[in-house]
């Protein structure tokens, strides 16, 4: 882990790649830079911890380093980063039409306490995403067909996130992972709002709903297998 309060990195912190060739994690913690250090060609980094960096508003190329980034990265967890607004998910190859996925290894996506954070194009794909207390993520772009993944989204965690649906925003988002089977609600305002079009989530097979109140059409997800309600608002109509 590293904790910095400098303005800019060291210059040993800009070449990891040749100096510290072999880190598996890396933790950044209480750093006042502006920009991230380029991670992306640490060719053995799994899992990567960002912490209370309230300085960076964008992570875009200079982290990701070059082709083929992140290749054996499976654990993301970014925290606290109050004006971080824009991630870059893909970068150009050089080809007007295709883009290379930044995590195309990635599992485990878990995001928590970035209010104004999108992802851009779209979320990255991953086996496990956890969403807590970040809005604007969920008003971000679906994903297209181009954008494939090895490993689909299977399973989605939201927690104290808004959740009010205008246009329909949140579910043309979810809708667009294709595989996911299981999605869980904790303590989010605005569930009951996304009415009939609810009925789009036709792969899910788990829905689990804590202290949030319930929507009227929740019978339309026919695909579902198993569903888990705890303190939550039944509706009477």
């Excluded at 207390?133 to 008003?139: G, K, P, S, T, Y």
């Excluded at 009951?192 to 689990?208: K, N, P, Q, R, Y």
Aim: glycine share 6%; aromatic share 6%; charged share 20%.
């Amino acid at each position: 882990g590293i904790g910095y309060r400098g303005s800019i990195f060291p210059e040993w912190m800009l070449n990891l790649t040749t100096i510290l060739p072999n880190l598996v994690h890396v933790e950044l913690t209480l750093v006042m830079c502006n920009h991230l250090p380029s991670l992306g060609q640490l060719p053995k980094l799994q899992s990567l911890v960002i912490k209370s960096l309230p300085n960076v508003k964008g992570v875009g190329e200079v982290f990701v380093g070059g082709s083929k980034p992140f290749l054996k990265l499976r654990y993301l967890n970014i925290i606290n980063m109050p004006n971080l607004e824009r991630w870059l998910t893909t970068i150009s190859t050089g080809d007007e039409v295709e883009c290379m996925c930044v995590f195309p290894s990635l599992h485990h996506l878990k995001v928590s306490e970035c209010p104004k954070l999108r992802f851009e194009p779209s979320l990255p794909e991953c086996f496990l995403l956890e969403i807590c207390a970040c809005d604007e993520i969920l008003l971000g772009q679906p994903k297209t067909p181009s954008q494939s993944h090895p490993m689909p989204t299977r399973r989605i965690t939201i927690k104290y996130c808004e959740l009010w649906s205008s246009g329909g925003y949140q579910l043309r988002l979810l809708t667009s992972f294709s595989s996911l089977k299981c999605l869980s609600i904790t303590t989010c305002e605005g569930l009951s709002s996304w009415g009939e079009s609810i009925e789009a989530l036709t792969s899910l097979e788990v829905l689990e709903l804590s202290f949030c109140a319930i929507p009227t059409c929740l019978g339309r997800i026919t695909s579902l297998r198993r569903l888990s309600i705890e303190m939550c608002e039944i509706p009477c109509d």
